[in-house]
């Protein structure tokens, strides 16, 4: 009996002590841990590396925007001022003093016949800005195409003085035959003809592109110079594949328009940009749009015509301003004169 009891109670504690003794975690290798603990390290490195690359991207998207705002405020700029005007302002210094008597000399020279030359103290030649205008600093223009009030005289196709080819972003009016040397440089082209009706005038602008490959593009120029289809552009090897637009900006807005982040609000604001703008009435107080997006060419203007001067005939020309695309190379937020191709 007692056997019969000690072998129950055997039983029962080897029952009792089964549970206890699977539940007990086995010991992990030595092995094992060390390589818990390496993956452990590769998952922290990985984090720590993912979160130094987005640092790194947003670190770059700030710079990139910086840059984008930098470009943005660059002042707009007036080629016409920068290229085609001259302030003249004598000299004070005392080297110019001491020069006096020199330059009376000269004159007195020049008057006997004898050739001179001006010296530099005589004349200063300067960047010319709104402020000298209002300020009624004296002026010289480079030509008669332009007025010493920041105004160039664009002629029609007909003009006898003054050319109907316009570089925007030189702000230089050329004839035709300074726009044979420089045709890619030719963004717009104006051309007044009674050719489509002999009673209501057609005034266009006209792109370079559209005036070479177009086979109708020569009635535009029908009038005193030009009677049949050989019109100078049809020639020309290279032509600029602008833009143009008619805008609904007045004067005073275009006054206002001061940086590159202000010219291009306006400019994706205007709608039917094509190769060519036709008006049948005289276009005093309009502002047209010109854009170009070439390879070797990108640039946004404005071209502001305060009168609009004749018809169709030898005298009709328009009294413009301009403002273009302001490229800064020092990053000092004023356009830099180098970055536009100044010589012909």
């Given at each position: ?11 029962c504690?080897?029952v ?55 470009k ?16 003249k ?32 103290s ?32 664009l ?32 963004d ?44 100078p552009?049809a ?12 805008t ?53 203007g ?43």
């Open positions: 009996m007692k056997q019969a009891l000690l072998c129950t109670f055997c039983i504690l080897l009792i002590s089964l549970p206890l003794t699977a539940q007990e975690p086995a010991k992990k290798s030595k092995a094992v841990k060390t390589a818990e603990t390496a993956n452990q390290k590769s998952r922290e490195i990985s984090e720590a590396s993912g979160q130094i690359m987005n640092e790194s991207q947003q670190v770059a998207s700030n710079v990139q925007q910086t840059v984008a705002n930098a943005a405020v660059v002042k707009i700029f007036e080629p016409i001022l920068r290229f085609r005007l001259k302030k302002a004598a000299s004070e210094s005392p080297v110019a003093s001491a020069e006096a008597p020199v330059a009376a000399q000269q004159e007195q020279a020049a008057g006997s016949g004898e050739q001179t030359a001006t010296t530099q005589d004349m200063q030649a300067t960047y010319v800005t709104p402020s000298d205008i209002a300020s009624g600093t004296e002026i010289i223009a480079e030509s008669a195409a332009y007025n010493t009030d920041g105004t160039a005289n002629g029609s196709q007909n003009n006898k003085k003054f050319g109907c080819y316009i570089d925007m972003m030189r702000g230089a009016i050329l004839d035709e035959v300074d726009a044979a040397g420089q045709s890619k440089s030719i717009l082209i104006f051309t007044a003809t009674n050719a489509f009706n002999e009673q209501v005038p057609m005034y266009a602008f006209l792109t370079p592109s559209y005036v070479k490959n177009d086979a109708f593009a020569y009635n535009f120029f029908k009038g005193v110079n030009y009677k049949d289809r050989n019109i552009p020639s020309w090897e290279e032509v600029n594949e602008s833009e143009v637009a008619m609904a900006l007045t004067g005073d807005k275009f006054e206002k328009i001061q940086n590159n982040n202000q010219l291009m609000a306006v400019i994706k604001q205007v709608r039917g940009f094509g190769q060519k703008v036709e008006s049948r009435t005289k276009l005093d107080g309009k502002v047209i749009a010109v854009k170009t997006e070439m390879g070797d060419r990108t640039a946004y404005l071209l502001y015509i305060m009168n609009h001067y004749g018809t169709t005939g030898e005298n009709g020309y328009l009294k413009v301003k301009i403002k273009v695309t302001g490229f800064d190379a020092t990053g000092d937020g004023n356009p830099d004169a180098s970055m536009y191709q100044t010589s012909y």
